[in-house]
């Protein structure tokens, strides 16, 4: 645990924080680095390659014995009926297009509100959230640029006080990610609308 942490502002926010002997904690919404806090889910694929990744799933689940995911519904029964017609008729990969994708397409599109809605949760998440952003430097060039006005700013040293059970007296380090969090796979995707096999929550990516 540190005993101090510094914060570097400019003139202007200087004059407020003595006048007030207080800080302000400020909206994620307002941070000028991306990389701070994600304030939405974007995934990494294409979602409109959702009908043609389906067919694919349909099809190695058809032509092969293996088991199919999820506790069973509609679609696990008719794959279970084209596995035993493709055994004696072959696989009718055309016939299966005609009927499929027009599903595919109605679960596109709620796949894409699920998306929109869970984005507009978070921003709205983000809104009522505040963040209180300190370093352990205090001699930080890129920082006194970015944060202190192009170094005509002020850094203010901040005491911890562990003894008053302050935040900061709990403060841990940022750990930043390559990449930002990402929303489940694609094929994960299709088998939790097609076969209602929910996703391990422990496999998600933070």
Not at 59 to 75: A, L, Q, T, W
Request: with cysteine; proline share 5%.
């Amino acid at each position: 645990m540190r005993d101090y942490f510094y914060k570097y502002v400019d003139i202007d926010t200087t004059e407020k924080i003595l006048a007030n002997r207080s800080f302000r904690y400020n909206s994620p919404l307002e941070f000028n680095d991306p990389f701070d806090i994600q304030t939405k889910l974007v995934p990494e694929y294409n979602l409109d390659q959702f009908p043609l990744k389906a067919m694919e799933l349909i099809e190695r689940y058809v032509k092969n014995d293996i088991s199919i995911p999820g506790p069973g519904n509609e679609f696990t029964e008719a794959i279970l009926l084209l596995r035993d017609g493709a055994k004696n008729q072959g696989y009718k990969k055309e016939e299966i297009e005609k009927t499929t994708f027009p599903i595919f397409g109605y679960m596109l599109d709620e796949y894409k509100h699920l998306i929109s809605q869970l984005n507009a949760h978070w921003q709205r998440s983000m809104a009522k959230s505040r963040v209180f952003c300190v370093t352990e430097e205090h001699d930080n060039l890129l920082m006194w640029a970015h944060y202190a006005k192009d170094h005509t700013g002020s850094v203010i040293k901040i005491a911890t006080l562990p003894e008053k059970d302050t935040p900061l007296s709990v403060a841990k380090k940022v750990k930043y990610k390559a990449k930002p969090i990402q929303f489940y796979s694609l094929d994960v995707i299709i088998e939790w609308l097609l076969f209602g096999a929910e996703p391990d929550l422990r496999k998600f990516e933070y």
